[in-house]
Structures are given as C-alpha cells and as structure tokens.
Nanobody, 121 residues
Framework: QVQLVESGGGLVQAGGSLRLSCAAS????????MGWYRQAPGNERELVAG???????NYAESVKGRFTISRDNTKNTVYLQMTGLKPEDTAVYYC???????????????WGQGTQVTVSL
C-alpha cells in the first residue's frame, strides 16, 4: 500500500495563501502521477491540479494563475501553493498518487485522508 499524509490546511482570509504538502510512502511501489482534488459540501470531488514525474502539470480552470503544484521526487512529496484564495476555494483537499507495484506491475490509485481549507471573507 501507499500511504499519503497531507498537511498545511487551515483557515485563511480571502486573498491569503496556504501551502499544502503530501508525503507518499510505500516501499513496493513506484509513484507516478500525483495530484490534488477537492470536495466542497454538496459538490462532487474535482481535480485541482496534477503533476507527472517529469514535472508536466495541469490545472483546473478555476485555479489557473493562482495555484501552483510541484513535487520533490526524492521525497515522494507533492505540494500545492495556493495564492489569491477565494471563499469558493473552501473544501476538503485530497492528495492522490498513481503508483505501480514493483513486482506485479499493477497500477493503483491511492488517496490521502484530506485536509480542510477554509477561506473566509
């Protein structure tokens, strides 16, 4: 299994910044794509940003220009720098990792427990 441990959520005023971190561990897996999703109350979970092992990124239109995803492959850690936060960014943010088992070569998706981000007016 791959364990994902998130940190960095919290309460911030509109216009403020937060940085989320997610560390992946799992000795029998090679981590491929990593990313962040979010889910607000009453809404479906949506992709926020993703990043490949080579650094190619993609973003939801709603966060382009405000959020930046990055990763440190030596630490199997992904980050989400969030600036210009808006109340509509309020959600539980989930880290995800796509990983390949080193023996079976099977590919699985893993999820973190989620971290709350609340943006107040």
């Amino acid at each position: 299994q791959v364990q994902l441990v998130e940190s960095g959520g919290g309460l911030v005023q509109a216009g403020g910044s937060l940085r989320l971190s997610c560390a992946a561990s799992g000795s029998m897996f090679s981590i491929n794509l990593m990313g962040w999703y979010r889910q607000a109350p009453g809404n479906e979970r949506e992709l926020v940003a993703g990043i490949t092992t080579t650094g190619t990124t993609n973003y939801a239109e709603s966060v382009k220009g405000r959020f930046t995803i990055s990763r440190d492959n030596t630490k199997n850690t992904v980050y989400l720098q969030m600036t210009g936060l808006k109340p509509e960014d309020t959600a539980v943010y989930y880290c995800t990792a796509n990983a390949r088992h080193q023996w079976s070569q099977s590919i699985q998706d893993f999820w973190g427990q989620g971290t709350q981000v609340t943006v107040s007016l």
